[in-house]
C-alpha cells in the first residue's frame, strides 16, 4: 500500500524565520513524484512544490525548498523568511508515475506565522 | 485564464437523497480527477476521467459514480447519501495524457456538502 505520513500535525514559526515540515511516505515503485500543497483557510488547494523521483537535485521555488532522500522515503519541506501569508495546512503528496493520476496525501500539518 | 470551477459552492442534503456536483476544468485540461476531504484530513481520491473515459477509482462504494462530457467538464454524482458523506469535495484538472510525465493536478475552491 502507498501511504503518506505527516508526523507534525500543527506547527508555528515567526515571521521572517525558517521553518521545516516533515512528511514520509511508503512505496515499492521506482519512478514516482511527491508534492507539496498549500492550503490556505479559504480551502483552495495551491501546489506549493513538485519533485520528481528520478532528479537527485532537491526543488527549490523562491522561498521553498525541498529535501529528498529517496533511501530515506523522506520529502520535506522548508519554508525560508516566513511570511503572515504562509499560514495555512501543508499536505504532502504522492502519485506514482503512469496509470492514474491518483494523488495519496497525507492528514496534513498546520502551519502558523506569527507576527 | 480561469482556473478550476465548481458548482455549487455549498449543498445541503438529507439522508437517502442523492447530490449532483459540478467541475469545469482549465482551459485545455482534458484530466479531471475528483477528492473528498473530510474535516481534519487530507483529500481521498475518489476518481479519475480522461477523454470521457474512467482511468483511475479509489476505494469508495458503487454509491459514488461520474462521468465526463465532451468538454471536459465532469460531474460527481453521490446517491443514497450517508451522514458520513459530509465533506468537501474537490476536484482537479491537469494537462495529463497518460504518458509518463505526470502532470500538475489544479485545484478547484471546493463544494462543501453537508448531509442532515
Known amino acids: 500500500a502507498q501511504t503518506v505520513t505527516q508526523s507534525q500535525p500543527e506547527m508555528s514559526v515567526q515571521e521572517a524565520e525558517t521553518v521545516t515540515l516533515s512528511c514520509t511516505y511508503d512505496?515499492?515503485?521506482?519512478?514516482?513524484?511527491l508534492f507539496w500543497y498549500k492550503q490556505p483557510p479559504s480551502r483552495q488547494m495551491i501546489l506549493v512544490i513538485r519533485?520528481?523521483?528520478?532528479?537527485?537535485q532537491n526543488a527549490t521555488e523562491n522561498r521553498f525548498s525541498v529535501n529528498f532522500q529517496k533511501a530515506a522515503k523522506s520529502f520535506s519541506l522548508k519554508i525560508s523568511d516566513s511570511q503572515l501569508g504562509d499560514t495555512a495546512m501543508y499536505f504532502c503528496?504522492?502519485?506514482?508515475?503512469?496509470?492514474?493520476?491518483?494523488?495519496?496525501f497525507g492528514k496534513g500539518t498546520k502551519l502558523t506565522v506569527n507576527p | 485564464d480561469a482556473g478550476v470551477t465548481q458548482s455549487p459552492t455549498h449543498l445541503i442534503k438529507t439522508r437517502g437523497q442523492h447530490v449532483t456536483l459540478r467541475c469545469s476544468p482549465i482551459s485545455g485540461h482534458k484530466s479531471v480527477s475528483w477528492y473528498q476531504q473530510v474535516l481534519g484530513q487530507g483529500p481521498q481520491f475518489i476518481f479519475q476521467?480522461?477523454?470521457?473515459?474512467?482511468?483511475g477509482r479509489g476505494n469508495f462504494p458503487d454509491r459514488f459514480s461520474a462521468r465526463q462530457f465532451p468538454n471536459y467538464s465532469s460531474e460527481l454524482n453521490v446517491n443514497a447519501l450517508l451522514l458520513g458523506d459530509s465533506a468537501l469535495y474537490l476536484c482537479?484538472?491537469?494537462?495529463?495524457?497518460?504518458?509518463?510525465?505526470?502532470?500538475?493536478?489544479?485545484f478547484g475552491p471546493g463544494t462543501r456538502l453537508l448531509v442532515l
Open positions: 476521467y480522461y477523454e470521457k473515459e474512467e482511468r
Open positions: 512505496t515499492s515503485e521506482s519512478n514516482y513524484y
Open positions: 519533485q520528481e523521483a528520478y532528479k537527485q
Open positions: 503528496a504522492f502519485t506514482p508515475q503512469g496509470g492514474s493520476e491518483k494523488l495519496v
Open positions: 482537479a484538472s491537469s494537462q495529463w495524457t497518460g504518458y509518463a510525465v505526470q502532470e500538475t493536478q489544479y
